[in-house]
């Protein structure tokens, strides 16, 4: 009797070894353990047994019983990790394949980059936005700027006219003569926006283009104030490698006024075509404010200093993204557009 | 301003490189533009000799020439020209020279025989014959003299100067001239600049017996200053003045004509000579112009003048126009016997004005413009007499004639120096500004707290008012350089910056388009007439109402734009014609409206187009409704049939949020698709940004997360073809059913088999919930009941079967 026993529990680990799935492993389960299984028919035959032999089989039996029970048990869950391998395999993707988006993003004008690029620099020096129109009054746009009508400066702006009071702004500037006007001082101002100068369009001309306006109104403000201010601003935007030229120059409603040029960011300051072989770009015009501006707009400028720049971010935006025809920023080819 | 290295030598010492030269100069604010050649254009000329010269084998008319360059070897060059002959020095463009015009020299088989360069004429190296003797000639550039084989062409003949192109500000009208920018150059090099002086010239007899002034404007013209030559000889000016005019690019005339230019060059003053025979009694008047005069100038054009111009006359008529340009009556010519010089001041804006409504400017009038000074214009005269004297041009009679109403004595300013390191940031003793401005002659002392400076006749563009401080500052600074003024970093008190809510509204705006596929367009703000046309806009319409610009560069760009469409459609077509593939854009920019003569209404739009095969009305609209739901307005918001002219009937609508027009959308009219060249369907919407932040939803409050769960319900009904989504949603949504309704949404219409003509079936889901309990299925059914009763009551609409 102990044979057959022994019999089944060889078979069954002999086949149980053998098993390569759920489905094989519940008929052997069956076969071996269930109601009519090969273990439950021995246990039957026990009645005729005399009472020993009966507690020596049913213990045999139980013992192979567990054995069994634990084996397949076993067998189980190495099955289930052998099917989940399975599983992987067949699930397995080229993960170079595509993303999937909704929509493929969009891009914004290279142009609204490098304005945001510049403002969050000047707004992290403690400048506040402000504003003025496009279409603004001659007086603000020059007179008060100290560019009377009979100035020989004016020549220096082709201006687009509405009527002999009102222009298409040719700078940022009359932000300055409002911001004067309306607002208390001392405060640091950021006046972005686009202008408008007569000039035709070619490779590096735009009759439209956009400035950004920086102007300090304080009591003790400099000139060496404005080279720090450009100094950090100009790091911020180009880099902290970037070096900075201030040199002498003039404009009407400044004085000392200067242009600021940065070391050629396209040969590093060795020279190229972009630079004219000089090393350098310019990049601004700045100065301390012209004492007659600050008198026209009602300030004493024996009181109050000023110190203003203004940046062309379409000359700024070239720069930095190697762009060598300004025309490219105005005809919104996607091509150009998806680039940024 | 064109300064010949050979000039500037004159008053320096020269021991720079030009390149240092040029660094030195930019710290000072002069600003080199270019280094140009005297001889323009050409490069790799060298004398040579021809040493044999034989028949070409296959050509009558060429020669085959043996020239020695100084090299080893001899080069071949096959020439056309037949004055050339054996021992001749000849200019030879070697391989790769460059020569007027762009040429560029390059080895050449000429009828079988190699050419290993080009004998030069005197027109291919842009040379006259008062550059050098032959250079007109026809045929080949002889040369004569002892000259070193090989050596350049340029410095051959004495042409090798180099000319500094420098770019002078306006303010420095003073630098306009030789002597101006080389007291600046000289200064630059560390150099003492000697300032010229003049030999007065003593004439003989008395200038009144030959001419007289009279200044009827001292206004317009301060100072007239003018001397009488008699006993011309007119014939060309001797060759060192020829050379230096062409240098700055003036084109030589003859000895008189050649002089007034000279001065004007050394000495920035525009000067005219008049043909004295010319002028009525020799009598002349400065006086405005007569209404309906015309003067006929030097360029043969009969110019209409008008009372507000000044005229240069005799007591019958005009012989010049004050400034801008002499007249043809009293042109010097070869049988012009007696001159008068003439060098005065003139007001720059009224020359200004006049050369404006003439539409002409000379150089002279832009020498005005920039602004001339009366003690100049006396040194002017008296420099061109000293040349007259010089070239033995003519007799000098008597003194100058000088009517002079201008203040021409010495102007004194104080300066607080104090202020002038304030506004620096230096602290300069004031000895040493004194030394500085000493460095370009400009003469100074300290009393105590001033700095006394007496302003030279030339620096017009330092002021005596408020100025004065600052004018200082910025000579002080320049000398000083910029460059060693160490950076600060404002103090003062702590400033909080910010990006103003409009700004920040703005980047919002377009981030959130950028993420909806959108890229972004930047478009010019001009447009014209017809482009409204094409655009369908009514006369009439506030559209119409476009600012008209006085000086445009055409009709297509006479106007501001009003609305953002034009631009963008252009765009969208360029787009569509380069196949770029892109179907979503959006622009945020101003429009204008004509406000009378006052500045124009000025307004912010977002422009969005959708244009492509995966795009219709929805998919642009769901933009917007995104848009708005960034800006927390989904609720108050709505969208009504309506829009511009140029959208297609039934497929546009006005956006409304809390029923205020703030924007529309629709499909674009075909006629206007057409009118652009766009098949492909263009979707576009515009909206007000200024309207747009004007309804941003309040402050977001957070509300009970429910406790209970929601169950949500499918129903399909079929009603008329003119019920709206928006009505149905609506009478959903108003159901008497003690539940809360929510999350109301159409997932389906069908129209055809099964469904009655004029009719569409409509299928929603809606959710049902309470706030205290969960619903029970009697709940659940009576919701379901209240809703499709409550749209058989209000829409008519019968239960799908």
């Excluded at chain 1, 397995?92 to 945001?116: C, F, I, N, Q, S």
Aim: hydrophobic letters at 40%.
């Amino acid at each position: 009797m102990n044979e057959a026993l022994e019999k089944i529990r060889q078979d069954a680990l002999a086949r149980l070894a053998e098993v390569q799935d759920e489905k094989e492993l519940e008929a052997l389960n069956v076969s071996v353990l269930g109601r009519n299984g090969a273990l439950t028919e021995i246990l039957r035959t026990m009645g005729k047994l005399d009472k020993e032999q009966r507690a020596k089989l049913g213990q045999a039996s139980n013992a192979v019983k567990k054995e069994l029970e634990e084996a397949i048990g076993k067998r189980r869950e190495e099955i289930a990790e052998i099917m989940m391998e399975k599983r992987f395999a067949a699930e397995a993707l080229d993960v170079t394949e595509p993303g999937k988006r909704k929509a493929p993003k969009g891009h914004l004008h290279p142009m609204t980059r490098t304005y945001r690029e510049i403002r969050d620099a000047l707004i992290g020096m403690g400048f506040t936005t402000f504003g003025g129109p496009e279409v603004e009054y001659d007086d603000y746009n020059f007179t008060k700027l100290n560019l009377p009508l009979d100035h020989p400066a004016r020549d220096m702006q082709d201006t687009f006219y509405i009527n002999d009071k009102v222009v298409l702004r040719t700078h940022t500037s009359p932000c300055e003569a409002r911001a004067l006007l309306n607002l208390k001082p001392p405060f640091r101002l950021v006046m972005p926006g686009r202008v408008f100068r007569v000039d035709e369009v070619d490779a590096s001309h735009s009759p439209v283009f956009m400035q950004m306006e920086g102007f300090v109104v304080d009591r003790d403000i400099t000139l060496a104030d404005l080279k720090g201010t450009l100094d950090t601003f100009v790091h911020a935007v180009f880099g902290e490698d970037v070096r900075t030229r201030f040199r002498p120059s003039y404009f009407p409603f400044t004085e000392p006024s200067a242009e600021v040029d940065i070391s050629c960011s396209i040969c590093g300051g060795k020279g190229c075509r972009v630079c004219k072989g000089t090393g350098w770009i310019e990049i601004l015009g700045c100065g301390v404010t012209n004492p007659h501006e600050l008198e026209n707009c009602g300030l004493d400028p024996k009181e109050w200093k000023a110190i203003a720049f203004g940046i062309g971010v379409d000359r700024v935006t070239s720069l930095k993204y190697g762009i060598t025809d300004i025309r490219l920023e105005y005809e919104n080819d996607a091509r150009f557009l998806r680039q940024f | 301003m064109k300064l010949p290295l050979s000039w500037l030598k004159d008053y320096v010492e020269w021991n720079v490189t030009p390149e240092e030269f040029v660094e030195r100069m930019m710290w000072r604010g002069f600003e080199v533009a270019d280094i140009l050649d005297e001889m323009p254009g050409v490069s790799g000329v060298v004398v040579g000799r021809i040493t044999a010269l034989e028949k070409h084998p296959n050509a009558d008319k060429l020669q085959i020439c043996t020239i020695d360059v100084g090299a080893a070897e001899p080069l071949t060059i096959v020439t056309g020209a037949t004055n050339v002959f054996e021992g001749a020095l000849v200019p030879v463009a070697l391989d790769g020279a460059k020569l007027v015009g762009g040429i560029e020299i390059k080895p050449t088989k000429m009828r079988g025989v190699e050419s290993y360069g080009m004998l030069c004429s005197g027109k291919e190296l842009g040379l006259t014959e008062a550059d050098y003797p032959g250079a007109e000639v026809y045929g080949i550039m002889i040369l004569n003299g002892d000259l070193t084989l090989g050596e350049s062409i340029e410095k051959a003949i004495g042409m090798d100067d180099i000319i500094f192109d420098i770019e002078l500000t306006p303010n420095r009208a003073d630098c306009q001239s030789i002597i101006g920018i080389c007291r600046e150059a000289a200064a630059a090099l560390g150099q003492k600049f000697a300032e010229p002086v003049i030999r007065k010239v003593a004439g003989e007899g008395n200038s009144a017996d030959y001419a007289s002034v009279t200044v009827e404007n001292t206004e317009l013209c301060p100072r007239y200053s003018a001397r009488v030559v008699t006993d011309l000889v007119i014939e060309p000016s001797p060759k060192w003045m020829q050379r230096r005019l062409k240098a700055v690019g003036m084109r030589p005339i003859n000895n008189i004509v050649d002089i007034t230019n000279y001065v004007l060059v050394e000495y920035g003053h525009p000067m005219h000579a008049f043909d004295l025979a010319c002028v009525k009694d020799g009598h002349i008047v400065v006086r405005n112009a007569h209404e309906g005069e015309v003067v006929t100038t030097l360029d043969s054009k009969e110019r209409p003048v008008t009372p507000d111009m000044l005229l240069i006359a005799d007591p019958e008529k005009g012989v010049g126009i004050a400034g801008v340009m002499g007249g043809e009556n009293s042109e010097i010519t070869e049988n012009t016997k007696a001159t008068l010089f003439e060098a005065a001041a003139f007001k720059g804006s009224n020359i200004r004005a006049t050369t404006r409504k003439l539409r002409h400017v000379t150089d002279a009038a832009a020498r005005f413009i920039k602004g001339v000074e009366p003690v100049n214009a006396y040194l002017a005269l008296e420099r061109a007499i000293e040349l007259v004297d010089e070239l033995k041009a003519g007799k000098i009679i008597g003194e100058p004639i000088d009517v002079c109403a201008a203040d021409v004595s010495p102007r004194v300013i104080d300066v607080d120096y104090a202020h002038v390191n304030k506004i620096l940031n230096t602290a300069i003793a004031p000895e040493d500004m004194v030394k500085m401005l000493g460095t370009i002659n400009i003469s100074a002392e300290v009393i105590g707290d001033i700095l006394r400076v007496d302003v030279p006749h030339f620096r017009t563009d330092i002021e005596s008012g408020i100025e004065a401080d600052w004018d200082i500052a910025e000579e002080v600074g320049r000398i000083y350089g910029y460059d060693n003024i160490p950076p600060t970093l404002m103090n003062g008190q702590t400033f909080r910056g910010r990006v103003g809510d409009d700004l920040r509204d703005e980047d919002a705006i377009k981030d959130l388009l950028v993420n909806e596929g959108c890229c972004e367009m930047y478009n010019y703000n001009f447009t014209g007439p017809a482009a409204l046309d094409a655009l369908r806009i009514p006369e009439g319409d506030e559209k119409r109402l476009a600012v008209k610009l006085l000086n445009p560069f055409g009709e297509d760009q006479s106007l501001m734009r009003t609305t953002l469409l034009a631009g963008v459609l252009d765009s969208v077509a360029r787009n569509y014609g380069r196949k770029t593939g892109q179907t979503r854009f959006f622009e945020v920019g101003n429009v204008h409206f004509d406000n009378n003569d006052d500045l124009p209404e000025e307004r912010k739009l977002i422009g969005i187009a959708y244009a492509g095969e995966e795009e219709d009305f929805f998919t642009l609209k769901g933009s917007i409704e995104a848009l708005l739901e960034s800006f927390n307005m989904l609720e108050g918001y709505s969208i009504v049939a309506g829009g511009g002219e140029y959208f297609q009937p039934g497929q546009k609508a006005l956006i409304l949020a809390d029923g205020e027009v703030i924007g529309e959308c629709g499909a674009i009219h075909p006629k206007v698709q057409k009118a652009w060249s766009i098949p492909q369907k263009v979707y576009y919407a515009e909206i007000s940004v200024e309207k747009l932040r004007a309804h941003k939803g309040g402050k977001r409050t957070y509300q009970a997360l429910p406790r209970f769960p929601k169950v949500t319900l499918d129903i399909a009904v079929v009603v008329e073809e003119s019920v709206t989504a928006a009505e149905m949603k609506a009478a959903i949504a108003s159901a008497p059913v003690a539940l809360t309704i929510g999350d109301v949404e159409l997932f389906d219409v069908y129209r055809g088999v099964g469904i009655p003509e004029g009719k569409k079936s409509m299928a929603y889901s809606f959710a049902l919930s309470a706030a205290d309990h969960t619903l029970t299925g009697d709940e659940i059914q009576q919701g379901m009941k209240c809703v499709i009763d409550t749209l058989g009551e209000k829409l008519g609409a019968q239960l799908r079967a």
